[in-house]
């Protein structure tokens, strides 16, 4: 019987597989790859994190091919979780074009796994698959994958399902008195990944965790406050893990010109949506235009969605859990409407969030979860019913769910990457995350094919074993005055060595060129050796400290909860 379950799970699982393939199957019939608002930059920015880890960089924050070759602190501010996860995949045949098909159709097999595992603990194997494949339907998904190309937030959304299941198998482990230590390290896991994949989704659905997770913990009046106590430590945890990247954007935003982020064109309250674009059956693949321009995108959480969504609240209205999903999804919509303008307007941390729109990615998870009040559907033959309305679903969505084409990822990414060597252009933001020391005097020209590294005339260069734009290593033969030139921006982290020793901050910042370069002033008719690299931001080895501590308390009470359980027992 139990070998009968299992199997009958399989089939499920190969489905929602299968359907998350079927998603991608238009680009892998054509074996092109479509054109997005992010396109060609992300996948030369998944080139260039690739590079840097071969090169043995660790953690890539500096990136000294971007902003015309002089060096650019990417990943100092963008989260590089997403990177990683792609970096075991760019070594297959093919890349990039084969590793962007496996990741986008293992991403939407995630999500819809997530559904279908947090659906199958309140339903049967019917209405949690069912409710897998709903949401896989969900247009924001779309939107994500083929127009804006924004792949960061699209795992980040479907990676939401399992924090919530975590948290329940937590709930149920503590409520039936087992070792429930396991899905509280598997959830602050999940929750430090989130963050480092895209730290807004995870402060949204980390918002929403009140709504959804004490209804729960309520249903029931055992171990209450151990669940409370237990949910609110694993997140912290959790936080405390991703804090290497979340706590050095931070800390380091004083240095760039970080502000054009939040004003202007992205400023929050300039994208906020007409109630109607919720409903709207447009497609298109243009951006999100400021007040009341017309949006060349669509923002809609499709009609039949919010059709079942409502039905299965209103039959599910006895449930608890599903009653406050329903406000959550109210409140979420409320969010993205001209109504909540002054909370955009007047709350700072809401500032960072650019586009309210990017509640979708929560919508998507919200509404397809209360499908699972259609369990309390009283009709007879309720499965035929729903099977006609995915039909009528997929009629819908038809000629709306559109992609397009435009170039050979493997030549196009090669011919790009070298255009950003040559060129300022580095995101759509052009300022945003260049060091405010670049912009005194702005550079003119590209680096192109010059050196990393200059000398003054009459000195000589010749490079050492090792040298690459990561580490630059170079012996220098001065001959009377001697200055030399690393041609790229100065920003607060970089490691110097002349001959083995360190040059000091204070000593690297007093020899700035006006343009923000790095110059070194070394001791005449001397050979010296230089090494410069860019190290991490200051203080990291106490950030990491922090995180290395907090882990080993949290494994050390893992184990004593262990030895406790066992000895209990």
């Not at 290497?244 to 004003?263: C, D, G, I, R």
């Amino acid at each position: 019987m139990k070998n009968n379950k299992n199997s009958f799970q399989l089939v499920n699982y190969l489905i929602i597989l299968f359907v998350s393939f079927l998603i991608l199957s238009p680009s892998l019939v054509t074996g092109k790859w479509f054109t997005t608002h992010d396109g060609w930059t992300k996948i030369c920015h998944i080139d260039e994190f690739r590079e840097a880890l071969l090169h043995g960089v660790f953690y890539p924050r500096w990136l000294p091919d971007l902003y015309g070759g002089y060096g650019y602190p990417f990943f100092v501010f963008y989260p590089p979780g997403f990177f990683y996860l792609v970096f075991p995949f760019t070594f297959l045949p093919g890349y990039p074009l084969s590793t962007l098909y496996l990741v986008m159709i293992l991403i939407l097999f995630l999500g819809g796994l997530g559904i279908y595992k947090i659906s199958r603990i309140f339903s049967d194997d019917f209405l949690a698959l069912y409710s897998s494949v709903w949401f896989l339907l969900t247009p924001y998904l779309y939107v994500e994958i083929f127009v804006r190309g924004d792949w960061n937030e699209l795992m980040a959304i479907t990676l939401c399902p399992w924090l919530l299941y975590f948290i329940i198998r937590l709930k149920n482990s503590i409520q039936s008195q087992q070792v429930f230590l396991l899905p509280l390290f598997v959830h602050a896991g999940l929750v430090s990944l989130v963050i480092l994949i895209h730290p807004l989704i995870a402060i949204m659905f980390l918002a929403i965790y009140p709504f959804i997770v004490f209804p729960l913990i309520f249903e029931n009046n055992r171990n209450r406050k151990e669940i409370i106590f237990r949910i609110i430590i694993s997140t912290l945890l959790g936080i405390i893990l991703s804090s290497p990247y979340w706590l050095t954007a931070l800390q380091m935003k004083e240095f760039v010109n970080y502000e054009v982020w939040h004003s202007g064109y992205f400023a929050a309250e300039k994208h906020l949506l007409r109630f109607g674009q919720l409903f709207s059956r447009f497609w298109g693949f243009g951006g999100s235009l400021p007040d009341n321009a017309p949006d060349g995108m669509s923002f809609q959480l499709g009609f039949p969605h919010f059709m079942l969504a409502t039905l299965g609240a209103f039959v599910g209205r006895k449930n608890r859990f599903i009653v406050f999903l329903y406000i959550v999804y109210w409140l979420s919509i409320f969010l993205m409407t001209p109504l909540s303008k002054f909370i955009w307007q007047s709350l700072p941390i809401f500032k960072d969030f650019q586009f309210p729109w990017r509640i979708l990615g929560i919508t998507a998870i919200v509404q397809t979860l209360c499908l699972l009040g259609l369990k309390h559907l009283p009709l007879k033959h309720k499965k035929i019913l729903l099977m006609i309305i995915l039909g009528i679903s997929l009629w819908w969505y038809h000629d709306q769910l559109q992609v397009q084409y435009a170039f050979d990822v493997i030549k196009d990414v090669k011919n790009n990457r070298q255009n950003m060597t040559q060129s300022f252009f580095v995101h759509w933001q052009p300022d945003g995350f260049i060091p405010k020391i670049a912009l005194r005097h702005p550079l003119q020209e590209p680096r192109r094919n010059i050196p990393l590294l200059l000398a003054q005339a009459p000195s000589f260069l010749s490079e050492l074993q090792g040298n690459s734009q990561f580490r630059i290593k170079y012996l220098v033969h001065c001959q009377d005055s001697c200055k030399v030139l690393i041609n790229q921006i100065y920003f607060p982290g970089w490691k110097i060595f002349t001959d083995g020793k360190t040059v000091s901050r204070k000593e690297m910042e007093s020899h700035l060129m006006m343009d923000g370069r790095i110059q070194l002033v070394l001791t005449p008719n001397q050979s010296h050796t230089i090494e410069a690299y860019y190290g991490g931001p200051p203080n990291k080895l106490f950030r990491n400290m922090v995180v290395g501590i907090s882990l080993l308390g949290f494994i050390l009470v893992y184990l004593f909860e262990k030895r406790h359980k066992i000895n209990k027992t």
